[in-house]
């Protein structure tokens, strides 16, 4: 077959479509095994990628700069934490060594430090994919084999101890970065109304510079008026020793900041709680050590010194992935006759022949009131193949009551087998009912369940509750499939994506998983998309129960049409389905799938489950998209959240239309709710052009299961590959690249569409999950409040945001509090402390008209006054219809100071002109008069007043020439 011995997703109906969908999507749960004992790290694992050669200079290079980074962060964390046990996972691929242990519980997929090929030219910065909240852990950190081994690049990054310790404290405490991002203001107005750059801590000492060395030049609101201009940080020691999450690269930092309770006066290591940055945007302006102090790791971090650890040095163990080894349990207890197990022997046959690699081994257990022993563990070969989908249960031979418990005990004992140990494997659960019949799963304890990874799918509303239970105990994940759709065939395409071990096991995608609805006579054309990362092969396939009521071709975006006699066209009735498989070469564009119902007597429309799925095309790395809730249990008003990333690898894709579809287990409540997820940087997504869509979900419509399905399309020409930038949040800065290094290479997708399956969660109140319950939901918080500074010509400054929504961040908020202090201290603590401003205030009273969610608000401010040594701190609440107060924004600064040049406005150059000109006129007319009266006395006095000089006795006797007082002889003089 086409797109055949492949890691990616593929279909068949929907029960068809979770299956497969469950064993392609890489879904990046955060089932870390790390464990802190007495203030060492143990579990933690540094997973090599598939694609990374063979190379033991790799290992020791790896255990040597842990050894360092341990060392560090013990010293930074003064004494309290350290790595204890460190686990370096090797992939399959390489040699067997006599000091190599199997691995168990250890893989890839769950990796905390994953050490992988790059996917773009830029790809050897040091990064953690973080989508998560303050405080949250990350998913994992990204390094690549040249960043450890070569040490001129990864010193240009800083000491290798120092810059990953920065990543840690993103991955383990989920804190962020204290510098500006890409994005970010890299000045600000602190509050005596200077212009800072956006640091921690403010001893740090630097100056404005341009991309070419030069300094900046200030413009009349004081900031920079160069778009390249930045904060310089001196690199030589100076009074600072923190924060490592500003730039870890400058000498003398050596710890996190803190806030003053904890450093006293010493300003070297005291929190900068103004700057713009994302750590205080997004944790309420604390400091780093306030977070991490907040974190289980430093519960007791006042009371507790690690006593005795003189050396930290880890513990190394080399462990080797075996080939993946997986067992499928399937439900074959009375309920699951007819559709439920057709589907189901559908959805394992695309998964053998289009999901699983050459060397995987697969095994088979059926369970009802009992378990049965289908078939042991099978390489898939073309050989094993066969005879699994020999082995797959028969609809007729249904029937019983249900103990998935005794068919996870059969399928452990089934991974144990010729392994001496089940730990390493993997099992996927597949039910439809509660248990019935003892033993229960309450019984498998963790030594049952150690080392193995359980997956479970529920089918159905009726699915025992404990199935998501067992799969959060394995570090799995739980899926839903809805009856009467194909939801199982993406749910296996999920779950094998999950086992990925690299960039390299990416091999093909699911282009789009429909269930499709078609009546008597009627023929149905469905569009789909094949671009050029995704044209090495072609698998369009289509299950049905109905398939010999189907007829269907396909037609290329050249015209070729592709029919039942074309030799492309595969017909598999055993499994109810059928198929068209091209092998190389697909054109890429938009082709067209046509179906027709040709039974026109039927009264009855027909479902068919249609699956397309292409294969990376030649030296391409396909877009991928995987999903994920943030909780697999929510009570309301516990804050739900949907992540979707779309990458190339390891590189984002920007500017997609995502849009998902969450189904309640209970049908009868009506439609699906359908969900925009946004990669913009506020409410629910914590990073802008990331890569990861996020949204709120708030719709609840009762107490119960809920699944949801992925589809994403290109916008036009809007949409890109982001070279350059990486998937998540947290990536080392580089002292010795320009800003301009960082650049974008942005790359168009063309046209391109995707479908995946997310993992399911369970609302767990009967109360708060009802679609009528009580408002709980709040507005969001507002994350990206930035404010001007002041324009004195006009007396005004601007305040933007993005508008928030009624529930979180959907709908339309009631109104604003937007408050105003001079007092930063005291406005942090309580925003009451300032004032809340009115109407007149601003120049219209859009406060109290907002927006709709997802909106930019702009609002101008009036400002009185001449200017001062201070600024103005702004915050803003959102306040719905019921009340419901929004946690307070992000602080926005605007400074007071006129920045102007003295007399730099127009009309006060137009006075001081004119006043100067008349001060000029005044004085030539003074002296002008002055010379003429002068002149006119002195003339006459020559002419009449001669007679009437004297000698006048002088003060020494001697005699005076002067003039007497007397009148003259024509009258007065004229002056």
């Known amino acids: 077959m086409v797109c055949i011995n492949r890691v990616k997703e593929d279909v068949s109906t929907y029960f068809v479509v979770v299956i ?44 040597e700069v842990f050894t360092d980074v341990s060392a560090f962060m013990y010293s930074a964390t003064n004494q309290h934490v350290y790595l204890r046990e460190v686990r370096i996972l090797l992939p399959e691929s390489w040699s067997d060594q006599p000091l190599y242990r199997p691995n168990r519980w250890e ?179 604390k400091s780093i050590w ?198 199982i065939i993406g749910a296996f395409s999920a779950q ?54 189907m007829n269907a071709w396909l037609k290329s975006p050249t015209g070729v049409v592709i029919d039942r006699y074309s030799k492309q066209y595969r017909n598999v009735s055993q499994f109810d389905l059928f198929s068209f498989e091209l092998e190389k070469d697909v054109t890429v564009g938009f082709w067209e799938l046509y179906i027709t119902n040709v039974n026109e007597s039927s009264t009855e429309a027909y479902n068919v489950t249609i699956m397309v799925e292409s294969g990376a095309g030649k030296d391409e790395i396909p877009i991928s998209v995987s999903a994920e809730w943030a909780y697999t249990e929510v009570k309301p008003p516990q804050n739900q959240i949907l992540y979707a990333t779309v990458a190339r690898g390891y590189v984002p894709v920007i500017n997609c239309q995502v849009e998902a579809t969450v189904e309640f287990s209970n049908q009868s409540t009506g439609v699906a709710t359908t969900l925009q997820l946004l990669d913009n940087g506020s409410g629910a997504d914590v990073s802008g052009g990331d890569g990861i869509y996020s949204a709120y979900f708030t719709k609840f419509k009762g107490a119960g299961r809920y699944g949801v399905k992925i589809r994403v399309k290109n916008k036009g020409m809007e ?27 942005l790359q168009d997708t063309g046209a391109f569409q995707r479908h995946t399956v997310g993992n399911s969660f369970t609302c767990t109140d009967d109360e708060l999950c009802k679609e009528d319950a009580v408002d709980v939901y709040a507005p969001a918080k507002i994350t990206d409040l930035v404010a001007t500074n002041v324009d004195f010509d006009l007396h005004q400054l601007n305040l933007t945001f993005t508008a928030p929504g009624d529930d979180l961040a959907q709908g339309t908020v009631s109104y604003y509090e937007i408050w105003l202090s001079t007092n930063f201290t005291l406005f942090r603590q309580n925003v009451t402390n300032g004032e809340l401003l009115g109407a007149n205030n601003f120049t219209s009273d859009a406060a109290m008209n907002p927006s709709p969610a997802g909106t930019v608000e702009v609002f101008t401010h009036l400002v009185e006054g001449a200017g001062g040594s201070f600024s103005y701190f702004f915050a803003v609440i959102a306040v719905d219809d019921e009340g419901n107060r929004g946690p307070t924004s992000n602080f926005a600064s605007s400074s007071f100071r006129d920045f102007r040049p003295v007399g730099s406005s127009w009309f006060i150059w137009i006075i001081i002109t004119i006043a100067v000109i008349l001060f000029i006129m005044l004085n030539i007319v003074a002296v002008l008069l002055v010379c003429a009266c002068l002149k006119s006395a002195t003339g006459k006095q020559d002419k009449y007043n001669v007679k009437n000089y004297q000698s006048v006795p002088g003060d020494g006797g001697e005699e005076t020439v002067g003039l007497k007082a007397a009148r003259h002889i024509d009258g007065p003089t004229n002056c």
Not at 126 to 149: A, F
Not at 315 to 337: A, N, Y
Not at 398 to 408: C, L, R
Not at 500 to 522: C, F, K, M, N
């Open 719 to 745: 949409t890109k590959i982001a070279n350059g930038a990486l998937v998540g949040f947290g990536a080392a800065v580089h002292p010795a690249l320009s800003e301009e290094d960082f650049g974008l290479d």
């Open 107 to 285: 893989r890839f997929e769950n990796s905390d430090i994953r050490v992988d090929i790059p996917t773009s030219s830029k790809g050897n910065i040091p990064y953690v994919n973080k989508p998560t909240g303050c405080g949250q852990p990350g998913l994992y950190l990204h390094i690549t084999p040249e960043y450890i081994l070569n040490e001129n690049v990864g010193t240009l990054f800083g000491p290798y101890d120092k810059t990953l310790t920065h990543e840690w404290a993103h991955l383990r405490w989920g804190v962020f970065d204290e510098y500006p991002l890409q994005g970010d203001r890299k000045f600000y107005a602190a509050s005596d109304g200077s212009i800072q750059g956006t640091r921690c801590v403010l001893a740090i000492e630097g100056d404005w510079r341009r991309l070419n060395g030069r300094r900046c030049t200030a413009g009349n609101d004081g900031f920079p008026e160069e778009q390249d201009c930045y904060f310089a940080d001196k690199l030589e020691p100076g009074k600072h020793g923190a924060s490592l999450m500003y730039r870890q690269y400058l000498e003398g930092l050596e710890t996190f900041c803190d806030s003053s309770e904890y450093v006293g006066s010493w300003e070297g290591g005291l929190h900068n709680s103004e700057a713009p940055n994302k750590q205080n945007k997004l944790c309420d302006g």
């Open 290 to 487: 306030e977070v991490m102090r907040e974190h289980p790791d430093f519960a007791d971090y006042d009371t507790r010194i690690v006593e005795g650890v003189y050396n930290a040095t880890p513990t190394f163990k080399i462990v080797k992935k075996e080939s993946t080894r997986t067992v499928i349990v399937m439900d074959v207890s009375g309920s699951m006759h007819g559709e439920k197990i057709r589907l189901l022997r559908a959805a394992v046959y695309n998964l053998l022949n289009l999901v699983l690699r050459k060397g995987h081994q697969v095994g088979l257990v059926a369970f009802s009131h009992k378990s049965v022993v289908l078939a042991n563990l099978t390489e898939t070969d073309e050989e094993g193949k066969a005879m699994l989908l020999d082995r797959l249960p028969e609809p007729e031979r249904i029937g019983g009551g249900t103990s998935i418990a005794k068919g996870v005990y059969e399928a452990l004992a089934v991974l144990a087998n010729g392994h001496g140990s089940a730990a390493g494997g993997k099992l996927l659960v597949i039910t439809d009912g509660r248990e019935t019949s003892h033993p229960k799963l309450q019984r498998l304890t963790d030594q049952d369940l150690e080392g193995v990874v359980v997956d479970t799918i529920a089918v159905g509303p009726s699915a025992d509750p404990s199935l998501e239970q067992l799969a959060q105990r394995t570090g799995g994940q739980s899926y839903y499939h809805l009856d009467g759709t194909s939801d």
């Open 496 to 549: 094998s994506a999950a086992q990925r071990t690299g960039t390299g096991d990416l091999e093909s995608v699911p282009i789009t998983i429909i269930l499709q609805t078609i009546g008597a006579g009627e023929t149905v054309s469905v569009p789909f998309i094949v671009d050029k990362s995704t044209s090495g092969c072609l698998s369009v396939i289509l299950t049905s129960l109905y398939w010999n009521s």
């Open 20 to 63: 497969v969908t469950i064993l392609l999507t890489n879904t990046e749960a955060r089932r870390s095994k790390i464990r802190l004992i007495d203030g060492g790290y143990e579990r933690v694992v540094v997973a090599i990628g598939e694609e990374v050669e063979e190379n033991q200079e790799l290992i020791d290079r790896i255990k």
